[in-house]
């Protein structure tokens, strides 16, 4: 399913900031060599999770699926002075290229890439999360979002990507277990009360968390 017309989306990029050098060089290497491109933030939503994380100033953030290492080079240029981005990533082939670009970042060292299962690696993080990033897999969301919000400052925020995984959660029964997922992550947060969550209708859609 074609959710975004791609006149609308070629219009809002043309009149979105261009990427940094960097940036742009991830996302053209990936669109071009990437078995799995479609994976990727991309220009639009880049930019958007760079100014969210401008607006918050976060001191620690917390990126869960790192792939090629667009998305954490985005989401790095709003931490604060002395702040961190930790990114976990379980492919050992995506996390060495992304390690490669961000050693040639301005936040060479700020960016902390951990190799392996989100699920265990979270639980040996002693941080105070400001800002978190979820964008992994799709069938582990509900897990993820209940090791990270007891982490998460007040009024910190949660970034939950591809909620609407290419429209198969209008489906009644999604085939797709990633769908499928995604579909009982979104029924469980709408039953949430400590959280205000607002589904933002950015690529594949975008659920925006903030804890109360």
């Given at each position: 399913?074609?959710?975004?017309?791609?006149?609308?989306?070629?219009?809002?990029?043309?009149?979105?900031?261009?990427?940094?050098?960097?940036?742009?060089?991830?996302?053209?290497?990936?669109?071009?060599?990437?078995?799995?491109?479609?994976?990727?933030s991309?220009?639009?939503?880049?930019?958007?999770?760079?100014?969210?994380s401008?607006?918050v100033?976060p001191?620690?953030?917390?990126?869960?699926?790192?792939?090629?290492?667009?998305?954490?080079?985005?989401?790095?240029?709003?931490?604060?002075?002395?702040?961190?981005?930790?990114?976990?990533?379980?492919?050992?082939?995506?996390a060495?290229?992304?390690?490669?670009?961000?050693?040639?970042?301005?936040?060479?060292?700020r960016?902390?890439?951990?190799?392996?299962?989100?699920?265990?690696?979270?639980?040996?993080?002693?941080?105070?999360?400001?800002?978190?990033f979820?964008?992994?897999?799709?069938?582990?969301?509900?897990?993820?979002?209940?090791?990270?919000?007891?982490?998460?400052?007040?009024?910190?925020?949660?970034?939950?990507?591809?909620?609407?995984?290419?429209?198969?959660?209008?489906?009644?029964?999604?085939?797709?277990?990633?769908?499928?997922?995604?579909?009982?992550f979104?029924?469980?947060?709408?039953?949430?009360t400590?959280?205000?969550?607002?589904?933002?209708?950015?690529?594949?859609?975008?659920?925006?968390?903030?804890?109360?």
């Amino acid at each position: 399913m074609e959710l975004i017309n791609p006149a609308i989306q070629a219009y809002a990029e043309e009149f979105t900031s261009p990427l940094d050098e960097l940036a742009q060089e991830v996302n053209d290497w990936t669109l071009q060599n990437h078995q799995e491109s479609q994976m990727i933030s991309g220009h639009l939503q880049g930019k958007f999770l760079e100014m969210v994380s401008c607006m918050v100033q976060p001191r620690r953030i917390l990126e869960i699926g790192t792939f090629t290492g667009f998305s954490a080079l985005c989401l790095a240029k709003g931490l604060r002075e002395g702040g961190q981005l930790h990114t976990i990533e379980l492919r050992e082939q995506d996390a060495a290229r992304a390690r490669g670009y961000f050693e040639r970042s301005s936040f060479a060292g700020r960016i902390i890439l951990h190799t392996g299962n989100a699920l265990d690696i979270i639980p040996t993080l002693n941080e105070e999360w400001d800002l978190v990033f979820i964008d992994a897999d799709k069938p582990a969301y509900i897990e993820y979002f209940k090791l990270v919000l007891p982490r998460l400052r007040k009024n910190g925020f949660i970034l939950a990507d591809n909620i609407f995984f290419h429209g198969q959660v209008l489906e009644d029964q999604p085939k797709n277990k990633s769908a499928r997922g995604i579909r009982e992550f979104n029924d469980f947060m709408k039953t949430r009360t400590d959280v205000e969550k607002s589904v933002l209708t950015l690529r594949d859609g975008l659920f925006l968390i903030r804890k109360i």
